[in-house]
């Protein structure tokens, strides 16, 4: 699961399509919306003691194409993994998109 920030002026499915590129080294095209959460499920306390609640926003693409690569700043290990082998520490603002694809999937 990617994510990171919108820079100023930019579309959504930009800023997922540049967080992939620069996260990843994946090319990604075809974005299809998934979803959204907010509230209390997004929830984060910063490293700074800030508290915010942040809204986050699903896509989905199978059309995909390069090389996983880390990029050893934002990421520190990249790999696909099954739904049964997912790991335990994804913050359940991602969760609500996994099992939301997992189950549409099957």
């Known amino acids: 699961m990617i994510g990171r ?3 100023l002026g930019e579309a959504l499915e930009d800023t ?3 967080e992939t590129k620069e996260e990843t ?3 990604i095209k075809d974005l299809s ?3 959204t959460t907010s509230g209390r499920k997004c929830y984060i ?3 700074n003691l800030d508290k915010a609640y942040f809204i986050t926003i699903g896509y989905i693409t199978k059309n995909f194409s390069g090389e996983l690569k880390s990029d ?3 990421t520190k290990e990249l790999r696909f993994f099954g739904y049964e082998d997912l790991p335990d520490n994804i913050p359940n603002s991602h ?3 996994l099992d939301k694809y997992f189950s549409h999937k099957c």
């Open 16 to 18: 997922a399509i540049r």
């Open 95 to 97: 969760r609500i998109f």
């Open 72 to 74: 050893n700043l934002e």
């Open 25 to 27: 080294g994946l090319d």
């Open 45 to 47: 306390q910063l490293p």
């Open 33 to 35: 919306l998934l979803g």
């Open 5 to 7: 920030i919108t820079e």
